[in-house]
């Protein structure tokens, strides 16, 4: 008989397909859960540290169907930035996923653009990208986004940020995953707040 070897690691995420192993449960449940009878669904992914919730959201794009272009946010050390800022960063890295996976080019405003006015996110960048999907959807995935609760992020971009996502959240052709680490105690806290 042949000894079997635990192909689970804890460490840095697991980013090649072919050193993930299981979790079939965790993709069906993902892609059941996202495709509401009328609209995509909002879903959350928590957990203790190093149970491989980014392994999981880094994994999507080889379980989930093709309709679905994932773009991955990983907000760890992304949070001392204003809201300019990380719609501009939000944006890039849109724009690259699109040019990467569908050779679909959107122009990004600049930086600055953003820093001076925010709104350029619903005004002239998504827009673009709503007419550019032709059917398909974007899935933004946040990793780590309970790292908006951490002291002194609250006002400067916890708030308007959550603001700004919650309107995302009412366009057509995007879909949201959220990845909380800790416990369901700290994903109540983060929900009353």
């Known amino acids: 008989m042949t000894d079997l070897l635990n192909p689970y690691i804890a460490g840095a995420p697991v980013v090649a397909a072919d050193m ?28 203790q540290r190093r149970v491989g919730k980014t392994s999981i959201l880094k994994q999507l794009p080889n379980h989930l169907p093709e309709r679905y272009i994932q773009v991955f946010f990983d907000l760890q050390g992304r949070t001392t930035s204003s809201l300019g800022r990380f719609l501009w960063w939000l ?17 990004i405003p600049e930086r600055t653009e953003f820093e001076a006015n925010p709104e350029l996110l619903f005004t002239r960048y998504l827009p673009e990208v709503q007419s550019a999907l032709d059917g398909r959807v974007l899935l933004l995935t946040f990793d780590e986004f309970d790292t908006l609760t951490d002291p002194g992020v609250a006002e400067t971009l ?26 369901g105690q700290k994903l109540e806290n983060m929900q009353a707040r």
Request: net charge negative; aromatic share 10%; no cysteine.
């Open 158 to 183: 916890a708030l308007p940020l959550i603001q700004t996502l919650r309107r995302m959240m009412e366009l057509e052709g995007l879909s949201f995953i959220y990845s909380i680490g800790s416990s």
């Open 20 to 47: 993930f192993f299981g979790r079939s449960d965790i993709f069906e449940w993902v892609e059941r859960s996202l495709m509401g009878k009328y609209v995509d669904h909002i879903l959350v992914i928590h957990g």
């Open 91 to 107: 944006s890039r890295e849109v724009s690259r996923a699109l040019l990467s996976s569908h050779a679909v080019e959107i122009p």
